[in-house]
């Protein structure tokens, strides 16, 4: 039995059990028994912070957990390398939408050139505006509906991550 700062920390954001267990995709019973202080992997772990939106050492008093520490620090190590890759693929992903959005814009105004004048340019011309604001949707759906849920099968320790698909600019980056 391990002394955790599980119950605590659910508590602090007024989640019940129950609705822990969602955020974390764990059964009620797992919550349960790590509020009890039974020992569980480090994936279970890892989901329960995420949830929690704290990192898998937050869960555990330092001085109270030192026999758990490498567990922690591998889960931490882990996960950290995981969100590199996901971040990495992720910003990959929208690099290549974000150009192939420029470039279809770009080839849809320069038609404006080759037709007519009157009505037929002018509902060019609002689509093209459309164009600009469906486009942004658009990309939030794929990524809501495609890229996430394949990302989260590649990567599993992020997946109920708040920061799992922000692009992080490296700290030696200038």
């Not at 700062?5 to 508590?11: E, F, V």
């Not at 772990?45 to 490498?70: F, H, M, R, T």
């Not at 037929?120 to 469906?134: C, E, K, P, Q, T």
């Amino acid at each position: 039995m391990r002394e955790n700062q599980i119950k605590k920390l659910r508590q602090s954001q007024n989640l019940s059990q129950e609705m822990l267990a969602e955020k974390a995709q764990v059964s009620v019973r797992t919550i349960q028994r790590l509020e009890a202080g039974e020992e569980a992997s480090v994936e279970t772990l890892n989901l329960v912070a995420g949830a929690l939106g704290v990192g898998i050492k937050d869960l555990y008093d330092v001085e109270k957990s030192s026999d758990y520490e490498e567990k922690i620090a591998s889960a931490d190590q882990k996960l950290q390398y995981q969100l590199g890759m996901r971040h990495n693929e992720y910003k990959n992903f929208k690099q290549l939408y974000d150009t192939c959005y420029i470039i279809l814009m770009l080839l849809w105004g320069a038609l404006f050139g080759l037709v007519p004048g009157g009505v037929a340019r002018s509902v060019m011309g609002v689509l093209w505006v459309g164009g600009w604001m469906i486009m942004g949707s658009l990309q939030k759906y794929i990524v809501l509906k495609k890229v996430s849920p394949k990302l989260d099968a590649k990567y599993p320790m992020t997946a109920n991550r708040l920061d799992k698909n922000e692009i992080h600019k490296k700290e030696n980056d200038d």
